[in-house]
T-cell receptor, first 108, second 114 residues
Framework: RKEVEQDPGPFNVPEGATVAFNCTYS??????FFWYRQDCRKEPKLLMS???SGNEDGRFTAQLNRASQYISLLIRDSKLSDSATYLC?????????FGAGTRLTVKP | NAGVTQTPKFQVLKTGQSMTLQCAQD?????MSWYRQDPGMGLRLIHY???????DQGEVPNGYNVSRSTTEDFPLRLLSAAPSQTSVYFC?????????????FGDGTRLSIL
């Protein structure tokens, strides 16, 4: 079993839709969590951190469920510009693990 | 503000050749790392460094060497290129290891081994 797992997708949604991704992790001692966005043939860029109490940044909401060991990303009112691959990142005591990414395509 | 600079952006090598991928950051970050990204595999850590003069192996270190003689530079050397090393390579830096500070990535190097 991979240490960090994501549904690879692709998720194809219409503009304005709400879409959610999950990311599960196996190390219960993991400490910090992030979502990164990666556009085609570009480098990953930080989208948002994930806090224990959940956090929101505009149309994006991130949540952490330590009991079930997953984090989630919710995107409301999807825009064409949201089309990208979304990577979850899980940081433990001595390592940082990336998920393989979930690909999202928002269509007109 | 350059951030993390990687060179070259593209490279084609023959099996057995050696080469060095360059990475430099101007943010005075302590932590630097090299990843490779392959389809369906996500980013995998090759080597990392927590400061000048200190390096350590990541998840997939075989076939690669690194050095960190200065805070700014963290080159990755392929000793004898193999087709299995065809990948996209990203260098990243952050203020400290495993902190809540985000990683800053370079643009990537697309490497093909024939």
């Amino acid at each position: 079993r991979k240490e960090v797992e994501q549904d690879p997708g692709p998720f194809n949604v219409p503009e304005g839709a709400t879409v959610a991704f999950n990311c599960t992790y196996s190390n219960s001692a993991s400490q910090s969590f992030f979502w990164y966005r990666q556009d085609c043939r570009k480098e990953p860029k930080l989208l948002m951190s994930v806090y224990s109490s959940g956090n929101e940044d505009g149309r994006f909401t991130a949540q952490l469920n330590r009991a079930s060991q997953y984090i989630s990303l919710l995107i409301r009112d999807s825009k064409l510009s949201d089309s990208a691959t979304y990577l979850c990142v899980v940081i433990g005591v001595n390592d940082m693990r990336f998920g393989a990414g979930t690909r999202l395509t928002v269509k007109p | 503000n350059a951030g993390v600079t990687q060179t070259p952006k593209f490279q084609v090598l023959k099996t057995g050749q050696s080469m060095t991928l360059q990475c430099a950051q101007d943010m005075n970050h302590e932590y630097m790392s090299w990843y490779r990204q392959d389809p369906g595999m996500g980013l995998r850590l090759i080597h990392y460094s927590v400061g000048a003069g200190i390096t350590d192996q990541g998840e997939v270190p075989n076939g690669y060497n690194v050095s960190r003689s200065t805070t700014e530079d963290f080159p990755l050397r392929l000793l004898s290129a193999a087709p299995s090393q065809t990948s996209v390579y990203f260098c990243a830096s952050s203020r400290r290891q495993n902190s809540n500070q985000p990683q800053h990535f370079g643009d990537g190097t697309r490497l093909s081994i024939l």
